[in-house]
């Protein structure tokens, strides 16, 4: 299993980036799939989930300005990131949890500059 996060880059304050995050090995379905970021000195945490039953969960810091989404026929997560702010950089990371596990992509950096 296998979860390729890509999009990462660096953007200035006020641009958009799209994460993109392709499973192999696996399947996303309609699992509980999400996306966490990790800052220097910070703990990992949760930036916006799709639950099982479909409800979308974001992060306050980030409501209104991001989305996540999925396509099942291209087997991907999305983060649709907009009006981006300095406070925004991090590792992002794409999850996936399933009945077999809980698994993770490799992190995409997203530097936002002021």
């Known amino acids: 299993v296998q979860l390729q996060a890509s999009g990462g880059g660096l953007v200035q304050a006020g641009g958009s980036l799209r994460l993109s995050c392709a499973a192999s090995?696996?399947?996303?379905?309609?699992?509980?799939v999400g996306w966490y970021r990790q800052a220097p000195g910070n703990q990992r945490e949760v930036v916006a989930r799709i639950s099982s039953d479909r409800t979308a969960y974001y992060a306050d810091a980030v409501k209104g300005r991001f989305t996540i989404s999925r396509d099942i026929r291209k087997n991907t997560l999305y983060l649709q990131m907009n009006s981006l702010k300095p406070e925004d950089t991090a590792i992002y990371y794409c999850?996936?949890?399933?009945?077999?596990?809980?698994?993770w992509g490799q992190g995409t950096l997203v530097t936002v500059s002021s």
């Open positions: 999850n996936l949890v399933k009945k077999t596990g809980e698994y």
């Open positions: 090995g696996t399947t996303f379905g309609l699992n509980a």
